[in-house]
């Protein structure tokens, strides 16, 4: 699992980025980096291996800025190396961004701005989209936009958004717009912190437990601008919406190794209080009651439900074995766990009295979407 941070206010974005990644280490990755913008300059410091590499490197060349983007990457496109690192450059070094998700038509879009005379240096799908933002944004400049006009990177990023097949969660910097930093998400969660007069990227709230404790959560097609002067977030149907700032609980607890030596200990230890913890205070047992915040379905279609698949990837197929015995012992409904790569292709007879449930740590596990995209097409 990929992980993004970013960072946009008044103190030294090294630290908060380092320190953020340090806090994404939980979700495993090859490599890691990171990009800083001061005075219309983008300094790019990325390694493979460990956040420690990173931040050896950075120590012996240091970056200098308040705005940045950092990533940690688990190689879909392009093998661990440096050179595959995010974050990436376009050709021109005008854009810089980092990338969680699948681009599909990735190859296509290689193609295409290869033969404009674009050339690529690494192997990755999000070397692509920073190319097509690049390519984009030349175009508007030629033709007389500003290339430091805010519009300007927002037509740029957002043409080169709808020519991209598959899931994305973007963090851009624009090296001639150095006041602000974009984002944009479809299918790949990023949340935004706010903060006093600064604000903080990331792909979950573990990052900013210590910053800042309101944050936005992106929709699917939103695209925001984060900047000293405020945050501003838009719609791909809608144009410029409202947002909701909403408050979360420091979980500092759940992000420090304590005494473990590594995560994984950590997180087999701590299960059957996560299991505890996640039933305390929704399931009643002396009136047989249970309340689930955000299961948006009304006690009729509740009570239809005769069957219920749990669809998942790896470790997240291994909680949902635990949620089929939790299911069947209190609900009496009979339950099944279903490998999302399977079930995205295989033709399971689903009825609209079954209910699916897709269990995924990160929100983004292709498969998993997949399979939930497939269900919908069922009905």
């Known amino acids: 699992m990929c992980g993004i941070v970013g960072y946009v206010g008044h103190r030294p974005a090294e630290d908060l980025l380092l320190d953020g990644l340090s806090r994404l280490e939980y979700r495993g990755y090859d490599s890691a980096g990171i990009a800083v913008v001061e005075d219309r300059e983008i300094a790019v410091r990325k390694r493979r291996g460990r956040v420690a590499n990173l931040i050896e490197l950075i120590e012996s060349h240091p970056v200098e800025g308040s705005i940045g983007i950092g990533h940690t990457r688990w190689a879909t496109h392009g093998d661990p190396s440096d050179v595959n690192s995010h974050p990436h450059l376009d050709e021109s070094g005008r854009v810089v961004l980092v990338h969680n998700g699948v681009i599909e038509n990735y190859d296509r879009l290689k193609t295409r701005l290869s033969e404009t005379g674009c050339g690529f240096r690494s192997s990755t799908d999000t070397e692509v989209v920073a190319q097509l933002i690049g390519w984009h944004l030349e175009q508007l400049i030629e033709s007389g936009h500003l290339a430091d006009d805010p519009e300007t990177c927002w037509a740029a990023l957002r043409t080169a958004l709808d020519e991209l097949e598959g899931t994305y969660g973007l963090g851009v910097l624009f090296r001639d717009c150095p006041g602000h930093l974009w984002t944009a998400r479809c299918g790949s969660p990023l949340v935004i912190g706010v903060g006093d007069q600064e604000y903080f990227l990331a792909s979950d709230t573990s990052p ?116 089929e015995y939790l299911l069947e012992e209190f609900a009496r409904i009979p339950t099944e766990v279903e490998y999302a790569s399977e079930l995205r292709y295989r033709n399971a007879p689903l009825t609209d009295t079954t209910m699916v449930f897709a269990i995924t740590q990160s929100g983004e596990t292709a498969d998993t979407l997949a399979a939930v995209r497939e269900c919908r097409r069922k009905g």
């Open 208 to 323: 900013l437990v210590g910053y800042t404790r309101d944050v936005v959560y992106l929709d699917d097609h939103d695209t925001a601008r984060l900047g000293r002067d405020g945050l501003e977030v838009r719609h791909r149907d809608a144009g410029t919406r409202d947002v909701t700032v909403q408050t979360i609980q420091d979980e500092a607890v759940d992000i420090d190794l304590g005494e473990f030596p590594h995560y994984m200990l950590k997180e087999i230890y701590e299960q059957p209080e996560s299991i505890r913890s996640a039933m305390r205070g929704r399931m009643n047992g002396d009136d047989a009651t249970a309340v689930f915040g955000g299961l948006n379905a009304d006690v009729g279609e509740l009570r239809r439900i005769d069957r219920i698949v749990l669809t998942a990837c790896g470790t997240s197929w291994h909680a949902g074995l635990v949620g």
